[in-house]
């Protein structure tokens, strides 16, 4: 159980094009999911915290328009690079926090994507 | 300021090596510590420690925490090559919604 998911993998795109980023629970609902970003060679940063059905809360730093969080969803959150540039390159993962059951109250986290900007 | 920190933040051994990777912080309302092991991916879970004094163990791996003194060790005995990763640190906080502040992490290259 607690599987989170992210789609897509791996994205390269051209400078000032938008990205979307998906994460899912897989087999568990998530009404709080967690955005991070990792640079190389350094720890994960957290962006915002996403919660269904309202708006999501952003780190101190982090542009909320520039990162658009959607939660619309128990299962899906999304997040959409506005205008990329090359400095938005990175590593992004998502988190779901489970809870009851066989659940550990705890963050499960996504596989990531890496986003290219050239 | 939420703080973890974690010591040492590089660590170079030989397969059959026992290591000790250390975490400390400064938080407030703290909710839980949690090892994490990260390879080329994202984290993936070791344990998660809510109480001090009680040691989880997991094969190889155990973990304890000092609620008293603000710190938790993650001990590997018997290394091996596949144990090469970066370990992070990070403390759930209890306001919000448990948001994790995570440390620096701890890179550990097992050598044959």
């Known amino acids: 159980g607690a599987v989170v998911s992210q789609h897509p993998s791996w994205v390269i795109c051209k400078s000032g094009t938008s990205v979307k980023i998906e994460c899912r629970s897989l087999?568990?609902?998530?009404?709080?999911m967690f955005w991070y970003r990792q640079f190389p060679k350094q720890s994960l940063m957290l962006m915002a915290t996403?919660?269904?059905?309202?708006?999501?809360?952003?780190e101190q730093g982090v542009e909320k328009d520039k990162f658009l969080i959607n939660h619309a969803s128990l299962t899906l959150s999304t997040l959409t690079v506005t205008s990329a540039h090359p400095e938005d390159s990175s590593f992004y993962i998502c988190?779901?926090?489970?809870?009851?059951?066989?659940?550990?109250?705890?963050?499960?986290f996504g596989p990531g994507t890496r986003l290219l900007v050239l | 300021e939420d703080k973890v920190v974690q010591s040492p933040l590089s660590l170079v051994v030989h397969e059959g090596d026992t290591v000790t990777l250390n975490c400390s912080y400064e938080?407030?309302?703290?909710?839980?510590l949690l090892w994490y092991k990260q390879e080329k991916k994202a984290p993936t879970f070791l344990f998660m420690l809510?109480?001090?004094?009680i040691e989880k163990k997991s094969g190889r791996l155990s973990s304890i925490l000092d609620k008293k003194e603000l710190f938790s060790i993650l001990n590997i005995t018997a290394t091996q090559t596949g144990d090469s990763a970066v370990y992070l640190c990070?403390?759930?906080?209890?306001?919000?919604?448990?948001?994790?502040?995570f440390g620096q992490g701890t890179t550990l290259q097992v050598k044959p």
């Open positions: 990070a403390v759930e906080v209890l306001r919000n919604t448990g948001k994790l502040i």
């Open positions: 809510t109480s001090s004094g």
């Open positions: 087999d568990f609902q998530a009404t709080t």
């Open positions: 996403s919660n269904e059905g309202s708006k999501a809360t952003y």
């Open positions: 988190s779901a926090r489970g809870w009851g059951g066989s659940l550990k109250e705890t963050q499960y």
């Open positions: 938080v407030t309302n703290f909710r839980s």
